[in-house]
């Protein structure tokens, strides 16, 4: 499981003690934000340590308005 950073912790916790699954977890950090408004690039952060290569992988975000963020994500993992 990817858990993006900051506002999906707490939803990623909960969902990953009702998975009856073995589950590892890791976390990234992305910034494409100036304030309020999006600037369109997005920049990683902290980025994910774990081997996900071969790997099915459940990414857990909290919001998803223009979709850029989880595109570059989607397409970076």
């Known amino acids: 499981m990817v858990v993006v950073l900051k506002g999906a912790f707490i939803f990623a916790a909960d969902l990953v003690r ?3 699954l073995p589950i590892e977890i890791d976390f990234v950090k992305l910034a494409s934000y ?3 408004e999006s600037t ?3 920049e990683i952060t902290k980025d994910v ?3 996900i290569t071969g790997k099915n ?5 909290d919001i998803v308005d223009t979709g850029i963020t989880i595109d570059f994500l989607l ?3």
Request: aromatic share 0%; proline share 0%; hydrophobic share 55%.
């Open 75 to 77: 397409r970076h993992l």
């Open 40 to 42: 369109g690039i997005v």
């Open 18 to 20: 009702s998975l009856r």
């Open 34 to 36: 100036n304030g309020m």
């Open 57 to 61: 992988v459940l990414v857990v975000e």
């Open 49 to 51: 340590e774990a081997v």
